[in-house]
Nanobody
Framework: QAQLVESGGGSVQAGGSLRLSCTASGVTYRSDCMAWFRQAPGKERIGVAVIYTASGGTSYDDSVKGRFTISQDGAKNTMYLQMKSRKAEDTGIYYC??????????????????WGQGTQVTVSS
């Protein structure tokens, strides 16, 4: 059974940087893409960044374009989210997700089947 473990969350002041990691184990399939999602208190889970595992191509939510960078290290089975110029609205629980074998990599929860437990990120102004 696949297991995803996020790390790197914490508190940071607005304008600061943080890097999240997501390490996968027990994965027996090839996912077309992986993604980072954010869920703020009382709000829906939204996709902030997607990476296509074969090409390394990426896409971002407009709210994080130019500030966040998603990347992967296949040798380490790890995906990263580098976050710069943090804003208060970036606060939330960040989840990594995988197991998308549909070929359609849209940043919505229904397109992914395996999830990490989440890591809290808090940005203070």
């Amino acid at each position: 059974q696949a297991q995803l473990v996020e790390s790197g969350g914490g508190s940071v002041q607005a304008g600061g940087s943080l890097r999240l990691s997501c390490t996968a184990s027990g994965v027996t399939y090839r996912s077309d893409c992986m993604a980072w999602f954010r869920q703020a208190p009382g709000k829906e889970r939204i996709g902030v960044a997607v990476i296509y595992t074969a090409s390394g191509g990426t896409s971002y939510d407009d709210s994080v374009k130019g500030r966040f960078t998603i990347s992967q290290d296949g040798a380490k089975n790890t995906m990263y989210l580098q976050m710069k110029s943090r804003k208060a609205e970036d606060t939330g629980i960040y989840y990594c997700a995988t197991d998308n074998r549909s070929g359609v990599c849209r940043p919505y929860p229904d397109y992914f089947n395996d999830w990490g437990q989440g890591t809290q990120v808090t940005v203070s102004s």
